[in-house]
């Protein structure tokens, strides 16, 4: 593998003049798997972006196959052999999955049913259990991100850059897309693989390169690389006793019950799932895709609806609610930190000062409508500062800021809102090592003030870091609870898939 089949040389790209890389030098070899880390705000999005022809140079140069070339646009990137599966998923969700599979690529005369067969043949070949006559708009965060993988695939590039591909997957899923980017190098296809779990890195790659601050740090062989070197790299500083920190010694005591679900029912994911969640601990929640762990807290919090015959019970503080929107609920002190942060977390074209102050908004009584710029100010630059938003300033549209930014101004649209009852959905997807350290903190903060905090995690070490109780969802329902003390992976896992 010593042929560059993609290079960048002294690459560029200023922002309102702030550069987000800085004379980046990588190098992308035929046949390899090369992993791309580094904190968030490191530049991985924005260099890997440069290739794909989502952004252009201010400065620097690309090669492919030895040629100078400067993408404008992803279609030009593709033609050139390049595609690229976005962190957050670029799908049409009022199209098929097929349709989405082969937009761009129709031809003259199309018949639907050809089309529908030759995505079923082709997903199935690739071990992923997607319907081709879904809607995408209908599927969950994995099979989205399996659409956009086989996409990728079906285009037959040369280069696929993977931004986050494995964050929504399960780990029969994750098993799945190894193999096939096992199976894409064999065929001499480069693969560029940006992912925050560094294990991930070292057990795929070939080689490792390691962004800080938009600069590069290092390439070297993964065998060369450990996980400690890989963050002492990331983040001039060693955070491996801190990451997830030593097994819990002691949990905090049961509160007052918060929160209390009996026999809760939205066919067919939640099937008479019943919880409890009190003050001044972390609930973790855990589950494989389609346990019906964020389903049944959308319900509570007013995002989805139950049953309305037979449906179940929800009582906050001992009081039956039914909230048929969120509005009721964030009113009655309900937050709920969505998974999917870009279609359901933010106004992506307002301002991160803007966005926190509409959170603050929905707290309000019903008839105040109106935005006050020295409030909303005040809200932004408190907030920026309390949960460290890296941005140039608190007017920056929050579309500009890297995933792991995006997500705080999430948290702290919720936060903001004062809540007692703070549900976490996969709060650090697609977030870097030291973010996950400020978001785990703010977590374990909020329990200690006395907040009811539900963590939904797919990966067990946060549950296992954070929770003081762990619930284990499985087929639509809690079928096990655990206290921190007592639970292990393996019981944890074993009650999940048995």
């Not at 702030?18 to 190098?27: L, Q, R």
């Not at 649209?413 to 004062?418: A, C, F, N, P, T």
Request: proline share 3%; glycine share 8%.
């Amino acid at each position: 593998m010593t042929e560059t089949v993609l290079s960048l040389s002294k690459a560029t790209k200023h922002y309102a003049g702030v550069p987000a890389i800085d004379g980046v030098d990588f190098e992308l070899r035929r046949g390899e798997i090369h992993a791309l880390v580094g904190e968030n705000g490191a530049g991985k999005s924005t260099l890997t972006k440069v290739m794909a022809g989502v952004v252009t140079l201010t400065s620097g140069k690309m090669t492919i196959d030895g040629l100078d070339v400067t993408p404008q646009t992803p279609l030009e990137a593709r033609h050139l052999g390049i595609a690229m599966v976005f962190q957050e998923n670029s799908l049409v969700p009022t199209m098929t999955v097929a349709q989405n599979l082969f937009l761009g690529q129709e031809k003259f005369y199309n018949r639907l049913r050809g089309i529908y067969i030759a995505a079923q043949q082709f997903l199935q070949s690739l071990n992923f259990d997607v319907t081709p006559t879904a809607t995408v708009s209908g599927l969950g965060a994995a099979k989205k991100q399996m659409v956009e993988i086989a996409r990728a695939v079906l285009h037959r590039a040369k280069v696929i850059i993977f931004d986050e591909p494995t964050a929504s997957l399960t780990p029969e899923e994750k098993k799945y897309f190894f193999d096939l980017v096992r199976d894409l190098k064999k065929r001499g296809v480069s693969i560029i693989f940006i992912s925050h779990a560094l294990e991930e890195a070292l057990l795929l790659a070939d080689r490792i390169t390691v962004l800080r601050d938009g600069k590069h740090v290092v390439t070297d062989d993964a065998a060369k690389f450990d996980r400690a070197r890989i963050v002492q790299a990331m983040v001039g500083r060693d955070l491996s006793k801190t990451l997830y920190g030593a097994r819990k010694e002691k949990v905090r005591p049961l509160g007052r019950r918060v929160l209390t679900v009996q026999n809760l029912k939205m066919a067919p994911m939640v099937k008479n799932n019943s919880l409890s969640v009190f003050a001044g601990q972390i609930t973790g929640v855990f589950g494989l895709v389609g346990a019906g762990r964020t389903e049944t807290f959308k319900i509570v919090s007013g995002v989805m609806k139950r049953d309305f015959f037979h449906g179940g019970e929800i009582l906050l503080n001992d009081k039956p609610v039914r909230y048929r929107v969120p509005g009721p609920a964030v009113k009655a002190g309900i937050a709920y930190v969505t998974e999917d942060r870009k279609v359901e977390g933010f106004f992506e074209t307002a301002s991160i000062a803007r966005n926190l102050y509409l959170g603050l908004l929905a707290k309000f009584p019903a008839g105040r409508a109106w935005l006050s710029r020295r409030e909303s100010n005040v809200a932004g630059k408190t907030w920026i500062e309390r949960l460290k938003v890296r941005a140039i300033g608190d007017e920056v549209k929050v579309v500009e800021l890297s995933g792991g930014n995006q997500q705080k101004v999430v948290i702290a649209k919720s936060l903001i809102q004062d809540p007692e009852l703070i549900i976490f959905d996969e709060p650090t997807r697609g977030v870097d090592v030291g973010a996950i350290v400020e978001i785990h903190e703010l977590i374990n903060k909020l329990a200690d003030e006395g907040k009811a905090v539900v963590v939904i995690s797919s990966y067990l070490p946060e549950i296992m870091a954070l929770s003081d109780r762990i619930l284990v969802c499985r087929q639509g329902k809690v079928v096990e609870e655990f206290s921190a003390l007592e639970a292990t992976e393996e019981k944890i896992m074993y009650a999940a898939i048995h």
